[in-house]
């Protein structure tokens, strides 16, 4: 159970892995994100211990920022024990040794992959995220020297058209996860493949946050209370999902829902995305219309005993 | 070389960096990025241990070591240019060239705000590559006791105030120019005692009521 901590004080690693002359760079790189929220500024990304997709500039990011007081926190798709959430929690319990948590409230920096937690955000807490593609034109126009003039003229007339044809094609825009934003009526940004249902969040939230791309080499951020615009028309306006149903397990509306298939009889349920706000709910005696059902106890079971640990 | 005579002729010995360079220079990174993230406030740098040569302040210094390194060329201005104790601390900790013209810096540091160069000799970055501007670190500050300025723009709820001070009279003209420029500009770090207060290129000054 604890040789992270014992491999931590062998002192193999410098603290939180990256040497400092990187941290440096990568801080440095940061200041002129939050000084140009939206923008995407180029870092020298490093080869880090796991593979291009597995959040590489997210972690450098957090690498960067972490301090030996801070307490961790790491969500994927919203859940703290899925399998990136996990490897890059112990990433840190072994480089770092730092604190983590699966508590929104107790974090001071969160790292998240493609959800933004349920719980609202403090002014003192830091949201990380991981970021696949950086660019938000890059699929309407593949060279960077071509995007990076776009960028630089805020000529955004493209993405319009994309949201345009989406309506044509489809009546309303199709689009769900990675839904540009335009942040401080400047730069057009992707918010990262978080479901768009998220998107209102970001907007105005109390918490700083630090976007890090690691194969793109990007890093951006959005200060704390800045505005940011989903894109939409005057009579299409941005809409986030709607769920019919509350959580199975917790009843809670207005959140975030996975669909989980219990059986191959068609039995499905759905659940809270954010797993720390299901469990949360549930310990504070809501319970959903599936709480009691036999399938999905193992499944509410198993989740609450990873809290206890 | 002739930092090589400047020591022998005072026989002084090289001023300490961080005690823990670690850990001191991610504390005082965050100081800077809350700051900067959160434009008017003041952040706390703990300074203890710096003993920087004058007139670089222990404030300054820790800026200066948690940023600066041989990627970063650095300007003075003339009171830190003229002291080779202080440029052989730069050389030797962080390795960053000192540079001649400011618009060839990605730091400068100045120490005698008062008479700061305009803004706009700095350099601002480009339209395409915003983020190659210089970041200006202005020293000697006192917070809170020189007319307050009106802020508003990302990072701040509503609306905040930043009173610092001694600055050049036209320096919140300069500043409302630098941030029409957004995305081009420069960033401005307030050093005073053991406090820091930022000014991203994206905080807009009010017009002051009458």
């Known amino acids: 159970m604890n040789d992270t901590a014992q491999i931590f004080d062998q002192g193999e690693y410098n603290f939180a892995y990256l040497d ?11 200041l002129k994100g939050i000084a140009i929220p939206g923008y995407q500024v180029p870092f020298a990304s490093r080869e880090m211990p796991m593979p291009y997709g597995w959040g590489t500039g997210g972690v450098q990011v957090t690498a960067s920022i972490l301090g030996k007081d801070d307490c961790l926190k790491m969500i994927d798709q919203g859940s703290d024990d899925t399998t990136n959430a996990v490897s890059i929690r112990g990433f840190f319990e072994k480089t770092a040794g730092v604190r983590t948590t699966y508590e929104t409230s107790e974090a001071t920096v969160i790292q998240t992959r493609h959800r933004i937690p349920e719980k609202g955000l403090r002014e003192d807490q830091v949201l990380v995220f991981q970021v696949p593609i950086p660019e938000p034109l890059r699929f309407l126009e593949p060279r960077e020297t071509e995007t990076r003039k776009m960028h630089a003229l805020e000529d955004y007339g493209l993405m319009h058209v994309k949201l345009y044809e989406d309506i044509a094609k489809n009546g309303h825009i199709a689009t769900t996860y990675a839904y540009p934003v335009k942040v401080n009526d400047r730069y057009v940004m992707d918010p990262s493949p978080t479901p768009k ?18 194969r793109e080499k990007r890093i951006y951020a959005i200060p704390p209370y800045t505005k940011v615009k989903s894109l939409d028309f005057d009579d299409y306006p941005f809409e986030v999902q709607k769920f019919d149903k509350p959580c199975g397990l917790c009843g809670a509306e207005n959140v975030y829902l996975d669909e989980v298939i219990l059986d191959d009889q068609g039995g499905r349920m759905y659940v809270c995305s954010d797993s720390d706000h299901c469990e949360e709910r549930r310990a504070n005696g809501h319970l959903g219309p599936m709480a009691a059902d036999p399938a999905a106890t193992h499944f509410a079971g198993g989740a609450s005993e990873e809290t206890v640990q | ?6 020591a022998s002729e005072h026989t002084t010995a090289l001023a300490a960096g961080f005690q823990d360079p670690v850990h001191d220079a991610q504390e005082c990174f965050r100081a800077i990025m809350n700051a900067m993230a959160r434009p008017g406030t003041e952040q706390l740098i703990r300074e203890d241990g710096l003993v920087p040569p004058a007139p670089l302040t222990p404030t300054v210094a820790a800026i200066v070591l948690t ?18 104790a202080v440029k052989s601390f730069l050389r030797f900790h962080t390795g960053a060239p000192i540079v ?17 160069v305009p803004l706009a000799s700095f350099n ?8 190659r501007s210089t970041t200006v670190v202005l020293s000697s500050q ?23 001070g001694p600055l050049p009279p036209v320096f919140w003209d300069q500043v409302s120019a630098n941030s029409r420029l957004f995305p081009r500009g420069v960033d401005l770090i307030f050093s005073g005692k053991g406090r820091i207060s930022a000014l991203p290129r994206s905080t807009r000054i009010l017009p002051s009521e009458v």
């Open chain 1, 197 to 214: 249902f998220d998107n209102p969040k970001i907007d105005q939230m109390p918490a700083l946050q630090l976007y890090g791309a690691g």
């Open chain 2, 100 to 116: 001649k013209e400011p618009v060839e810096a990605a730091f400068a540091i100045v120490t005698d705000p008062a008479h700061l």
């Open chain 1, 20 to 30: 400092e002359q990187t941290k440096r760079m990568i801080r440095r790189a940061i």
């Open chain 2, 67 to 84: 940023l600066l390194d041989y990627d970063t060329p650095v300007w003075l201005d003339r009171p830190l240019m003229t002291s080779d």
């Open chain 2, 142 to 164: 006192e917070f809170g006791k020189h007319a307050p300025v009106t802020l508003e723009g990302p990072g701040i709820k509503d609306r905040a105030a930043l009173s610092t």
């Open chain 2, 124 to 131: 601002q970055g480009s339209a395409e590559y915003p983020d």
């Open chain 2, 1 to 6: 070389m002739d930092t090589a005579i400047d």
